[in-house]
């Protein structure tokens, strides 16, 4: 089965700052996804970046960034500029690619990202 | 475009007490649905989840039920609920073309039991 580990239960960062978040998994597939999830107060759940594990490339959408190593089955998320709106609970993601329509993620225990003004 | 609404938001219910709880998605046809569940201090679990009108799965077994009367409503119910049933309750959808989509997530309902 697979597992998802988040080993920073609280991390803060100073506004306009860069923070790094730490995600390692564990999977004998070759085939399978990754996300990470940003869940606000508001609890609303919003995808922030996918990674497709046969991508070799990175994945970027603006301030965020992820450094995915399959090797070493790890997957952090790098937040640039650091705004008080990334203030969130921050969860990583696993998804086998060969789930169909049991789109099943297996989560890690999430982040909780403070932004210091 | 697509929205997915669910309800109620909160919901304070005594043990032992019947649970329905709504979801519904407008802008799409024949999406995939989804009933996870978030406990304190934890990742989502999916609980169920429907491919179709009628087709439910269930991942874990438990006190809950899912049921998918139209295509665009899923809904998640419990006879008699448990302490245990507690939780953080997010309904979500996702289209079935294309491996990988995003998967879309409603607003969530708070349930505690008492």
């Known amino acids: 089965a697979q597992t998802v580990t988040q080993s920073q239960p609280e991390m803060s960062v100073q506004e306009a700052e860069t923070v790094t978040l730490s995600c390692t998994y564990d999977?004998?597939?070759?085939?399978?996804?990754l996300f990470w999830y940003k869940q606000p107060p508001s609890r609303q759940m919003i995808l922030v970046i996918r990674?497709?594990?046969?991508?070799?490339q990175n994945a970027t959408e603006n301030r965020f960034s992820v450094n995915f190593q399959k090797a070493a089955k790890s997957f952090s998320l790098k937040i640039s500029d650091s705004q008080l709106g990334d203030a969130a609970m921050y969860f990583c993601?696993?998804?086998?690619?060969?789930?169909?329509?049991?789109?099943?993620?297996?989560f890690g225990k999430g982040t909780l990202l403070t932004v210091n003004p | 475009s697509q929205t997915i609404h669910q309800w109620p938001a909160t919901l304070v219910q005594p043990v032992g007490s019947p649970l329905s709880l709504e979801c519904t998605v407008e802008g799409t046809s024949n999406p995939n649905l989804y009933w996870y569940r978030q406990a304190a201090g934890r990742g989502l679990q999916l609980l169920f989840y429907?491919?179709?009108?009628?087709?439910i799965s269930s991942e874990v077994p438990q006190n809950l039920s899912a049921s998918r009367p139209q295509d665009r409503q899923f809904i998640l119910s419990s006879k008699k609920l448990l302490l245990s049933d507690s939780g953080f309750y997010l309904c979500?959808?996702?289209?079935?073309?294309?491996?990988?989509?995003?998967?879309?997530f409603g607003s969530g309902t708070q349930l505690s039991v008492l």
């Open positions: 979500a959808w996702r289209p079935k073309t294309g491996i990988g989509e995003k998967l879309f």
């Open positions: 429907s491919v179709g009108i009628g087709q």
């Open positions: 990674q497709e594990a046969y991508k070799q």
């Open positions: 999977t004998s597939e070759s085939d399978y996804y």
């Open positions: 993601a696993y998804r086998s690619g060969s789930g169909g329509s049991n789109y099943k993620l297996t």
